[in-house]
């Protein structure tokens, strides 16, 4: 789902799945924070592992603000745990001061339920979609942000063949246009991973134009290579699931010879320069 000026933006049905699209203005270098794993609940006061994930993230939004991007990613697993309504209620509530500026791309976890996210944040009190998928153009690139979550009692992840026939059409599209895909759920996991990852490799490593691939899901930041592109795992906004694992989000800045990722948070703030291919 995208959020502009706090609203949803305008959607799509795509067979069992449902779309959402915007269209943001080139303006030299594209400025992106990426966050996942906020684990927001109603209860404000709800701790674990000795961290607050409200005041957490309301440290994340402060800090993101200052940094003015023109998109936010929150990658999946934005409620505590079970995905009920008044955890995304508490999400907006928080996320709003930055909604009014910025394209906010929300992406599901194993810890989020669609239909109470679409009935809270969107305002559809319609069946849930299987699949919610998010396209933002800001040309040169593109960023593509998948559904890896089964539903909100189930820990690993699945795209599904009707998904991933979905983006390889969005990739045919526009063959050329840089893009970066975005899903909760990485490969290999220390809980458990997107059972069909693979699918997703063969086909970054057909379509030249996937620059990086973004996942979250372990609460830990660190930078590899999947397929012939990069891939980009998130640190948690919430809480870590190690006493000594950095918590934040990633200062994206992508421009014509590659990205630069800054963590921000309690983390070393070393940038990394990752060229395109």
Not at 45 to 73: D, K, T
């Given at each position: 789902m995208i959020l502009l000026s706090g609203g949803p933006s305008p959607s799509a049905k795509h067979g069992s799945g449902l779309c959402y699209r915007c269209a943001l203005e080139p303006d030299g270098p594209a400025r992106w924070a990426w966050a996942s794993d906020t684990h927001?609940?109603?209860?404000?006061?709800?701790?674990?592992?000795?961290?607050?994930?409200?005041?957490?993230?309301?440290?994340?939004?402060?800090?993101?603000?200052?940094?003015?991007?023109?998109?936010?990613?929150?990658?999946?697993?934005?409620?505590?745990?079970?995905?009920?309504?008044?955890?995304?209620?508490?999400?907006l509530d928080i996320m709003h001061p930055l909604a009014k500026h910025a394209a906010v791309v929300l992406a599901a976890g194993n810890h989020d339920d669609r239909g109470n996210l679409l009935a809270c944040l969107a305002n559809r009190r319609d069946p849930a979609p299987q699949w919610l998928a998010v396209v933002v153009e800001q040309p040169p690139f593109r960023l593509i942000a998948l559904d890896s979550s089964i539903d909100a009692q189930t820990v690993g992840g699945e795209i599904g063949g009707a998904q991933l026939g979905w983006l390889e059409d969005e990739l045919e599209a526009e063959p050329r246009a840089p893009t970066i895909i975005c899903l909760h759920h990485p490969g290999?996991?220390?809980?458990?991973?997107?059972?069909?990852?693979?699918?997703?490799?063969?086909?970054?490593?057909?379509?030249?134009?996937?620059?990086?691939?973004?996942?979250?899901?372990?609460?830990?930041?660190?930078?590899?290579?999947?397929?012939?592109?990069?891939?980009?795992?998130?640190?948690?906004?919430?809480?870590?699931?190690?006493?000594?694992?950095?918590?934040?989000?990633?200062?994206a800045v992508l421009g014509r010879a590659g990205i630069e990722l800054q963590l921000r948070g309690s983390g070393n703030p070393a940038v990394t320069h990752l060229p395109w291919r």
């Open positions: 927001i609940s109603g209860d404000a006061g709800a701790s674990q592992r000795g961290f607050q994930p409200a005041r957490q993230f309301e440290r994340a939004v402060a800090e993101m603000r200052q940094f003015r991007p023109s998109g936010v990613l929150v990658n999946g697993d934005l409620a505590w745990s079970r995905g009920h309504s008044h955890d995304y209620e508490r999400f290999e996991s220390s809980s458990e991973g997107c059972s069909d990852f693979s699918g997703l490799v063969r086909l970054v490593q057909r379509r030249r134009c996937v620059q990086a691939v973004v996942t979250a899901h372990d609460h830990e930041y660190c930078v590899g290579e999947v397929g012939g592109a990069h891939h980009v795992r998130l640190p948690a906004v919430g809480f870590p699931f190690e006493e000594r694992t950095p918590t934040g989000w990633v200062a």
